[in-house]
């Protein structure tokens, strides 16, 4: 294996050498931040590779398991690169580039406080971001339509969960520990109570559950669906109910065993629709209410009691309110009826139009998407 690990590790280094010349020279500036991000990773991981090949710790026997472990690791780490940061540089084309812009507009309307991330349209995963590249990737159409854009403003909260050591974005941060730890404290209060009763293992092993999804993955996601939903306001709401009408599973689904990487459905339209509630959008949130309530009829989901225990409506109220306290700490533009920034403006008008007339929709879309880029600066000619 030593002599396996010292070939591989020279072929892996000239690969991370293709892999930087691949970077294109020509790319407008959006994508500066994407392509220096790339070059350091890369670099250091051949750092890494030389000192497995070459430092004499790694010659021991006692080593030779965490070397082929760091190995691993590594080839991992250029794998990402490869596939997701360098192939989004090295296939960036108009419809990239337009995304770009159309983004660095929105970052503009809410005064997003970070350096905005790349857009690729290289995406297999719907919507999704990788916050240590600042790479926002989406399905490869997208660009050309308006019901699901919305989802660009979720994205971009991810970033401003994970950044270390800025005061300007601390306050949405210590939003986020206090709602957890309000939720942690729910949980603590069920666990004991179930203690007392001496009942059933079940329950307890529910709670134990909810409790780790809620800490590895739901708060997070209550919480970028919060910051979209304040930022754009009810069409964040609309594209959640066209997402999951579309894709979505049980809108009332409640792990029993293994983890869920995002909360149920039902429970986060119910924080979105508080958040349009306290942000004055009260009639549009009856609205979607209803239509949500009609999905919910035709879909033939029904929730369970588990279901409420793990999402009681206190709860989701208090992710609502805690969430606007942070993303208004933060200085970020809380979106409100009297908002009228063209991009926050086109997205909300797109459902309106959709449910004033879902019949001639598209041909309506086809010429906002026109404008809409049109007037994108940076808009390729």
Not at 141 to 166: I, K, R, S
Not at 200 to 213: H, I, N, S
Request: aromatic residues 10%; glycine residues 4%; negative net charge.
């Amino acid at each position: 294996m030593d002599d396996y690990i010292k070939g591989a590790a020279a072929q892996l280094i000239e690969r991370g050498r293709v892999l930087t010349g691949k970077i294109p020279r020509d790319l407008p500036r959006d994508y500066d931040t994407l392509a220096q991000t790339s070059r350091q990773k890369i670099n250091a991981q051949l750092d890494h590779l030389k000192e497995l090949s070459e430092s004499p710790l790694f010659g021991h026997s006692s080593y030779r398991a965490e070397r082929l472990r760091l190995f691993k690791r590594i080839v991992a780490e250029m794998d990402i690169l490869e596939t997701v940061a360098i192939a989004a540089l090295d296939r960036a084309k108009v419809d990239d580039h337009r995304l770009n812009a159309l983004l660095e507009r929105i970052a503009l309307e809410i005064r997003f406080p970070l350096v905005t991330p790349v857009v690729t349209t290289l995406s297999q995963q719907y919507f999704h971001i990788h916050p240590d590249l600042n790479l926002m990737c989406v399905p490869l159409t997208e660009g050309q339509f308006l019901l699901h854009l919305p989802d660009l403003y979720h994205e971009l909260a991810h970033p401003l969960l994970v950044e270390q050591n800025d005061p300007v974005i601390e306050p949405f941060q210590e939003q986020f520990l206090n709602a957890l730890r309000y939720v942690l404290d729910y949980l603590g209060e069920e666990q004991a109570k179930e203690d007392r009763r001496r009942g059933p293992v079940q329950p307890r092993f529910l709670l134990r559950a909810w409790e780790k999804a809620w800490v590895k993955y739901w708060m997070t996601e209550f919480f970028c669906d919060l910051f979209a939903t304040y930022t754009l306001g009810p069409a964040f709401a609309w594209s959640h109910l066209h997402l999951v009408a579309k894709r979505g599973a049980n809108p009332f689904d409640v792990p029993l065993t293994n983890l869920s990487s995002h909360p149920a459905d039902d429970a986060r339209m119910r924080a979105m629709l508080g958040a349009l509630d306290i942000s004055g959008f009260s009639a549009e949130s009856s609205q979607i209410l209803q239509r949500w309530q009609s999905f919910l009829t035709h879909s033939g989901a029904k929730s369970e009691p588990e279901y409420h225990r793990c999402y009681p409506e206190s709860i989701i109220h208090g992710l609502a309110e805690r969430a606007q306290e942070g993303v208004r700490a933060t200085q970020v533009r809380i979106a409100t009826r009297e908002t009228k920034d063209p991009v926050h403006t086109l997205l909300n008008d797109a459902w309106k139009t959709f449910w004033k007339d879902s019949g001639s929709y598209v041909a309506w879309e086809k010429k906002a998407v026109a404008t809409l880029f049109d007037s994108t600066k940076g808009n390729p000619s």
